[in-house]
């Protein structure tokens, strides 16, 4: 490791232990930042140079032009930093969303002292920047947009707000490190064929058999999310609960036909595919079974590997399917800490 490498390490780990991970970030002086803009710098050459003309030629009204000057930038420099002090930025929880969609991020902006307003706001994440005024105590949402390209947790980046305001001699900015993660599914398939309606071979059959506890009674079924109250059998499932099982619900007329199953490993249509293809032509079907569903068609259900998601129907069920395909291989549901995700 080159010397520079370690240099940039050491400045990295010095910045994050300055700036821990929060999804609530409250601005003051510990954590505000100001320097001039190019056209401060250009500023300040200015009047360094009427100072030596006046000196020079012992111009009166020089001197006055000067301090004139001298003094509004002072002024702008307090207002320019006091324009950010005493904001509260506070993320609100990121909505999953489909690998190469934007992830939108929720941002809050709250004012807490008596300021009139706050004007001339910017939040800045990656590519993205969004302006924002605030007016008295108001509080304002915005939204940043964040690409996505790969499934799977994703750390968010760093956010900054910054401002010029008044007078865009001086820009004072912040650094704010979200704690949250979100969860990206994988990607949709646009060239995916129609479901499959093999559901499943004799191989696959005898898998799902080997991974489901013993079924219930002939005409019983295990209940399944999204199954109404009225389905369940009581009476069998008090026996049912009593041996450590789950519900029982009577499987109903218009929905006797065979579920509805797909398989990472062999569902028709995955042939010759990537790991990461299967998976995203899995979600684009996941999304038209329930469709299916909803209007009165077979139940779905997810095989990947060894784990098997059960079959349902409804909104939490397909969720649950795509939070499935995005940790896939990792166990189903391990949330890493922000630390370990790469951002």
């Known amino acids: 490791m080159s010397v520079r490498e370690r240099l940039q390490q050491r400045w990295q780990r010095w910045w994050e232990a300055r700036l821990p991970r929060s999804d609530t970030l409250t601005l003051t002086h510990r954590n505000l930042y100001i320097l001039p803009t190019r056209a401060g710098w250009a500023y300040a050459v200015v009047v360094v140079v009427?100072?030596?003309?006046?000196?020079?030629?012992?111009?009166?009204?020089?001197?006055?032009?000067?301090?004139?000057?001298?003094?509004?930038a002072l002024v702008g420099l307090h207002q320019?930093?006091?324009?950010?002090?005493g904001l509260t930025l506070q993320l609100r929880a990121p909505t999953p969303v489909h690998a190469g969609q934007p992830l939108p991020l929720q941002v809050q902006l709250q004012v807490a002292d008596r300021r009139p307003s706050r004007l001339g706001l910017r939040?800045?994440?990656?590519?993205?920047?969004?302006?924002?005024?605030?007016?008295?105590?108001?509080?304002?949402?915005?939204?940043?947009?964040?690409?996505?390209?790969?499934r799977g947790w994703?750390?968010?980046?760093?956010?900054?707000?910054?401002?010029?305001?008044?007078?865009?001699?001086?820009?004072?900015?912040?650094?704010?490190?979200?704690?949250?993660?979100?969860?990206?599914?994988?990607?949709?398939?646009?060239?995916?064929?129609p479901l499959p309606r093999d559901a499943l071979g004799d191989v696959a059959q005898g898998r799902v058999a080997a991974l489901q506890r013993t079924g219930p009674l002939e005409g019983l079924r295990d209940h399944r999310r999204g199954d109404p109250l009225k389905w369940v059998a009581w009476k069998k499932s008090?026996?049912?609960?009593?041996?450590?099982?789950?519900?029982?619900?009577?499987?109903?007329?218009?929905?006797?036909?065979?579920?509805?199953w797909l398989d990472l490993d062999r569902?028709?249509?995955?042939?010759?595919?990537?790991?990461?293809?299967?998976?995203?032509?899995?979600?684009t079907w996941l999304h038209e079974a329930e469709a299916q569903a909803s209007d009165?068609?077979?139940?779905?259900?997810?095989?990947?590997?060894?784990?098997?998601?059960?079959?349902?129907?409804?909104t939490a069920h397909l969720l649950a399917?795509?939070?499935?395909?995005?940790?896939?291989?990792?166990?189903?549901?391990?949330?890493?800490?922000?630390?370990?995700?790469?951002?």
Do not use: K
């Not at 619900?249 to 218009?254: F, H, S």
């Not at 399917?321 to 951002?343: F, I, K, N, T, Y």
């Open 50 to 72: 009427l100072l030596l003309a006046s000196i020079n030629e012992q111009i009166n009204l020089g001197y006055g032009l000067t301090f004139l000057l001298a003094g509004t």
């Open 80 to 85: 320019t930093h006091a324009n950010l002090h």
């Open 123 to 150: 939040l800045r994440l990656a590519a993205t920047a969004i302006d924002a005024e605030l007016d008295g105590h108001a509080t304002t949402t915005l939204q940043l947009d964040l690409a996505t390209d790969t």
């Open 154 to 193: 994703l750390a968010l980046p760093r956010i900054t707000i910054e401002t010029r305001y008044p007078l865009g001699l001086f820009r004072a900015w912040a650094y704010w490190r979200p704690a949250s993660t979100a969860l990206i599914w994988p990607a949709l398939d646009a060239a995916a064929p």
């Open 238 to 260: 008090t026996h049912t609960l009593a041996s450590g099982s789950g519900l029982v619900t009577r499987e109903p007329v218009a929905q006797g036909g065979p579920d509805q």
């Open 267 to 283: 569902s028709s249509g995955l042939e010759g595919l990537t790991r990461e293809a299967r998976l995203s032509r899995l979600a």
């Open 296 to 314: 009165g068609g077979p139940a779905y259900g997810l095989l990947l590997g060894a784990h098997r998601v059960p079959v349902g129907r409804g």
């Open 321 to 343: 399917c795509l939070d499935a395909l995005a940790v896939w291989p990792d166990a189903p549901g391990a949330r890493p800490a922000p630390s370990e995700v790469s951002a």
